[in-house]
């Protein structure tokens, strides 16, 4: 689970209505249903005009990934691939078959799969980085589409709010009534702003980090898959995959096997 998500969608809730509960008139003067199902319902009916209905609904299984999958770290890809090289030196490609049932990974244990297969090197990475161009032109519109939200959010708060202004200004003949109206008509305003800054466009952030770590975890892995593939010794491949590891981070690797 990314914790980090967690804290700062809850910290910042927290923030944000604490600062209202403690001001004047508290919480209940920030709840307008109206004014909330102008600005989530607009949001929501431009992003189905703007994307398909399959794509808007794979943005719930796009973000349960990216907030709930944890990827391998760099350097147990590297230990993997190591003892991998080590065993398939020793004893044969074949015998890393029993092995590909402890992969939790299924991109990897894909091209482990094909590696065992007797498929040529050229062949595990054309396939694999076809898998790759995939996944990035999937997260690519699950990033767009939450980013069109976070822009089309705070858009439909300032037509709520005109449309509330509108209202007020037809009728004037109660000077009284004046600053409630003007404060329910900032309200979609408030709506717009908070749902964009503080969910859609940090999550669209969130979900290019998430995604281009997941691309490079599994561009490591073909690296290391297409080696073995060609016979590399394991300290090769160690050299091979440490160019993915920054200099601080490398730690010293050894078959485990």
Do not use: W
Not at 82 to 89: G, R, T
Not at 190 to 201: Q, R, T, V
């Amino acid at each position: 689970m990314d914790i980090a998500t967690i804290m700062g969608v809850l910290f910042g809730a927290a923030l944000i209505i604490g600062a209202i509960a403690t001001g004047s008139g508290g919480l209940k003067v920030f709840i307008n249903i109206p004014s909330l199902g102008i600005t989530m319902g607009g949001m929501l009916c431009a992003t189905l005009i703007h994307f398909s209905l399959s794509q808007v609904f794979s943005i719930f299984s796009i973000m349960k990934k990216t907030l709930f999958s944890k990827l391998p770290t760099a350097n147990t890809i590297v230990q993997q691939m190591v003892d991998f090289a080590a065993i398939s030196k020793r004893d044969g490609a074949l015998a890393l078959e029993q092995r590909i049932s402890s992969v939790e990974d299924k991109f990897f244990s894909k091209g482990l799969q094909m590696l065992v297969d007797g498929s040529k090197p050229d062949a595990i990475r054309d396939i694999m980085e076809m898998e790759i161009q995939y996944l990035q032109e999937r997260h690519g519109t699950g990033k767009k589409i939450l980013e069109f939200m976070g822009a089309a959010a705070p858009a439909f708060g300032m037509i709520g709010t005109l449309i509330g202004l509108v209202q007020m200004l037809c009728d004037m003949s109660d000077p009284s009534s004046i600053g409630q109206g003007m404060a329910t008509a900032l309200l979609t305003t408030f709506y717009g702003a908070f749902s964009a800054n503080l969910i859609f466009i940090p999550l669209a952030g969130k979900l290019g980090i998430y995604s281009q770590a997941e691309v490079t975890a599994k561009e490591m892995m073909i690296e290391g898959i297409c080696a073995i593939s060609n016979g590399e010794n394991p300290t090769a491949i160690k050299t091979k995959m440490h160019v993915f590891v920054s200099g601080k981070h490398r730690q010293d690797v050894k078959a485990q096997v």
